[in-house]
């Protein structure tokens, strides 16, 4: 029943963000959140760096969501250092890809594409969790009964009907 509340409570919390979000956000207030001075370009102008709200909602939903990963699978008693490395690795291997695919895909040389990233994640995660299973890696000789399922379940490619 908790575990019903607790999906329930979260999913009006982030309907009610998304709703907000999609009638607020693409106004011109909400584009930029900052600038920083870089240097000085004659007497009254400066040269900036623009630090957007985009930029500002995309790192606080990488901040929930790797919390969420803690989260949740500490509940089934994953160790915290099998997590970390999972989301270590993870990282290593998103971030530069997101720079490759929006290069390849846009064409052009300074772009990110959160798409791309998220792309390679569900290519690499079961392979990097299939790694991570084997024993060799962790150095532990016991994996809790919570860690084998979620482990062999995201090694299973299943359709969603």
């Given at each position: 029943m908790f575990d019903?509340?607790?999906v329930l409570g979260l999913s009006v919390c982030l309907g009610l963000l998304l709703k907000w979000a999609f009638a607020?956000?693409?106004e011109e207030r909400w584009q930029i959140l900052a600038t920083l001075p870089v240097a000085k370009d004659g007497p009254d102008n400066w040269i900036g760096?623009?630090?957007t709200y985009y930029g500002l909602f995309s790192s606080l939903a990488t901040v929930l969501s790797v919390s969420m990963v803690f989260l949740l699978l500490g509940a089934i008693h994953m160790p915290a250092k099998v997590t970390f490395?999972?989301?270590g690795v993870l990282f290593a291997l998103c971030l530069?890809?997101?720079k490759i695919i929006a290069g390849i895909?846009?064409?052009?040389?300074?772009?990110l594409t959160i798409g791309g990233a998220s792309f390679v994640g569900f290519?690499?995660?079961?392979c990097v969790v299939w790694i991570l299973n084997s024993n060799a890696v962790l150095g532990t000789p016991h994996v809790p009964a919570g860690c084998r399922d979620f482990l062999s379940e995201m090694n299973q490619v299943k359709p969603v009907r």
């Open positions: 019903a509340l607790f607020s956000l693409p760096v623009n630090l490395i999972l989301v530069p890809a997101s895909v846009e064409k052009k040389p300074q772009t290519l690499l995660a079961p």
